[in-house]
């Protein structure tokens, strides 16, 4: 969710600020709701700017640097690795267990070529 413009926030006060109507009149010419309002003269009060905060930087990784040396020898060892075996030397490693989104998320992120060998011999059928 993307935060309102510091422009907008400053129209909202300024309305406010000059009677234009209550605050639940503002919300609604503004297209905003009235909790955005109120939360806004809040912040007005207590940190003395309509500023948004900045991004948090979401959730930390589950996968530490040490985790991702075992990926990485682990590839360098058996380049075929399936990301199920991965998670499997993780695990056995330092016990976390991680999903194979996860797994797949760090390779990517490492760009870590992931050569697959055939593990099917190809159809006699050809392929329409």
Do not use: W
Request: glycine share 8%; charged share 25%; hydrophobic share 35%.
């Amino acid at each position: 969710m993307i935060a309102y413009s510091l422009d907008l926030r400053q129209k909202i006060k300024a309305a406010l600020d000059r009677g234009v109507g209550s605050q639940r009149a503002v919300a609604q010419l503004f297209g905003v709701s009235l909790s955005f309002v109120e939360r806004l003269l809040q912040r007005q009060r207590a940190m003395g700017t309509l500023a948004p905060l900045p991004h948090a930087g979401g959730p930390p990784r589950r996968l530490d640097d040490a985790d991702e040396r075992v990926i990485c020898q682990r590839l360098e060892q058996q380049p075929d690795s399936t990301l199920d075996e991965l998670g499997e030397a993780v695990a056995c490693q330092n016990g976390k267990r991680v999903s194979r989104a996860t797994l797949g998320r760090t390779v990517q992120r490492l760009n870590l070529p992931r050569k697959k060998r055939r593990s099917t011999p190809p159809s006699a059928t050809p392929n329409a």
